[in-house]
């Protein structure tokens, strides 16, 4: 070799050396490791910290869930033992008529409740076709049900039994019962295990209104066991009361 020159094992001191190529390589894994590994410590969306666990549940979600819980057992136990410890105030007194509808009245036993319903001259007239009126008192109550119907009051009371599968304690012979105002209807009576029970059906017609296609009436009597007799003269009273709005 010349003097002066210089081989290529010779660099000078000032020299850079480049890095090796795998180091960038290497750079590059060590950052996507560092990524997964990152990844890998994130706890998933639903994962609950152990300390807010109890029988693997979240304990943060107890509350909302017991209040929800209280609101349903309220409105299902709390509200009607509430409405059953409340005594009725609606006492029916002397003088007190039922509106059936389209001037049909009747007149309630005096002492007993009533539960549902409008007496005449206490609020809208009622209509024949839609009434639904509820009266008791201790073991009993009586309730008028009201509903359009074309056919006789015989034929009425066998669509209600149909319909609702033969009522239980419902089984005895038919009768038939009249009103003070001559208006006769068609009366099935039983008794069973759950305690006394009268239908009476009628077509109650308006004024000018043939019986045919004049509203319907179902007044049923439901007791407990053994009790239809002690309120045998309130019920008597009540359906011969009967009085359509023609009869007025």
Not at 46 to 53: G, T
Request: aromatic share 4%; charged share 20%.
């Amino acid at each position: 070799m010349p003097p002066g020159q210089q081989g290529p094992d010779h660099a000078t001191g000032n020299a850079e050396i480049p890095e090796p190529a795998y180091s960038s390589v290497d750079g590059v894994t060590e950052e996507r490791n560092s990524r997964v590994s990152a990844s890998t410590r994130q706890p998933p969306e639903d994962w609950v910290p152990v300390e807010h666990r109890l029988l693997g549940l979240d304990r943060r979600t107890f509350k909302p869930a017991l209040i929800a819980l209280g609101i349903a057992l309220v409105l299902i136990y709390g509200l009607p033992a509430l409405n059953a410890a409340i005594p009725w105030r609606n006492e029916i007194r002397a003088g007190d008529v039922l509106d059936l509808g389209a001037g049909a009245t009747a007149v309630p036993p005096v002492g007993w409740q009533l539960e549902s319903g409008t007496l005449t001259g206490s609020g809208a007239p009622a209509n024949p076709a839609s009434l639904q009126i509820t009266i008791a008192a201790g073991g009993a109550s009586i309730e008028f049900r009201g509903t359009g119907y074309t056919g006789s009051a015989e034929a009425f009371l066998d669509q209600v039994e149909r319909a609702e599968g033969n009522t239980p304690g419902v089984d005895g012979e038919r009768g038939t019962v009249t009103t003070a105002a001559g208006l006769t209807g068609v009366a099935q009576a039983g008794t069973g295990p759950g305690g006394d029970a009268l239908d009476v059906a009628f077509k109650v017609p308006g004024p000018d209104q043939a019986a045919d296609t004049a509203p319907a009436l179902l007044v049923r009597v439901r007791t407990a066991p053994d009790q239809f007799e002690h309120y045998r003269d309130d019920v008597t009273s009540l359906l011969r009361s009967i009085t359509p709005g023609a009869n007025r």
